[in-house]
């Protein structure tokens, strides 16, 4: 069952289902990934598989059984994650024997990472129509705040979110700072720039939207826009503002780079506790050993337990 909190404030506490304002398709399906799979708590564990494209074969020569897409779903349905996002192509040759046991989140975009990211933009890959037919609890665009392509991301992201609309389907966004305008204020993973990303998802319709952490204050921030450029907080602090930012969505916060558990663990904590609703974890867990990999999801669901909506 869900429950309504208390609208977020400083004290960071999240936005729950029955808050967002959904309609009733996109509720039924978001019911699915936060309360009938994963956690099943109304918290949110995703596992992405979409590197192939944006980075190409070199992230699985660390674990070289998760070149197969088998093994993210083999490790999606043991480690109990709430969903798994792929790309059309994979999602049609692999997910027909997980339909009902592992939710998917139908990316409907992509782009290669060969061209310089000052440009980025990511076009169409797939319809919300196809995650309808393949059944998607979800469908996941990526959009690149501050590339010199934004205009046509924007527009191109406002058609998909009609047809989500339209079909009841929740659409989770990629909210990602690029360009070398970013660069030149501070950089991408900068509060600047994360917050903003998070504003801009919020203000074009995302249902949840997945951001990174953003880094701690440097040097680099004194060519932000103020206040960022003298702003100075904590983690916490950070996360705090990042998710307000994020408005009547769900925030959701990327596993990023490969660092120890523990550390991942202590991040994971802070974005819990600054209002956040889950994570995506991509590399961090299936550059793993299936072993190591479904270890620590199981450390990753205690963690979540204790933010359980009750």
């Not at 100075?232 to 950070?238: F, L, N, Q, S, T």
């Not at 596993?255 to 209002?275: F, I």
Request: net charge neutral; glycine share 10%; with cysteine.
């Amino acid at each position: 069952m869900t429950t309504t909190a208390s609208r977020p404030t400083s004290s960071a506490t999240r936005y729950h289902l029955d808050d967002l304002n959904l309609s009733q398709g996109k509720k039924a399906r978001l019911h699915t990934l936060l309360y009938e799979h994963g956690p099943a708590n109304g918290t949110l564990m995703l596992l992405p598989i979409d590197q192939g494209l944006e980075h190409g074969p070199v992230d699985f020569f660390v674990n070289p059984p998760a070149l197969d897409p088998e093994y993210q779903c083999q490790l999606g349905v043991a480690g109990k994650f709430s969903g798994i996002a792929l790309q059309i192509g994979l999602a049609t040759r692999y997910m027909g024997q997980y339909a009902g046991r592992l939710p998917l989140v139908l990316k409907v975009n992509g782009r290669t990472n060969i061209p310089s990211s000052d440009d980025a933009f990511s076009p169409l890959t797939a319809s919300v129509e196809d995650a309808v037919r393949l059944g998607a609890a979800a469908v996941g665009y990526t959009c690149y705040v501050g590339s010199t392509s934004q205009d046509r991301d924007l527009r191109q992201m406002s058609d998909i979110r009609r047809e989500c609309d339209r079909y009841g389907m929740p659409l989770i966004c990629w909210s990602y700072p690029r360009g070398s305008a970013v660069g030149k204020k501070g950089g991408a993973d900068s509060l600047y720039a994360v917050d903003y990303a998070a504003r801009v998802a919020s203000e074009m319709g995302a249902d949840v939207i997945k951001i990174n952490i953003p880094r701690e204050h440097s040097e680099a921030d004194a060519y932000a826009p103020a206040p960022y450029d003298t702003l100075v907080e904590d983690r916490r602090e950070m996360l705090r503002r990042v998710v307000r930012s994020g408005g009547r969505s769900l925030v959701i916060f990327a596993g990023g780079s490969r660092v120890t558990d523990e550390e991942l663990l202590a991040r994971m904590e802070d974005c819990m506790a600054a209002g956040g609703t889950g994570f995506i974890f991509g590399r961090n867990m299936w550059q793993r050993p299936m072993d190591q990999a479904l270890t620590m999801a199981s450390r990753v669901h205690q963690l979540l337990a204790t933010y359980a909506d009750h």
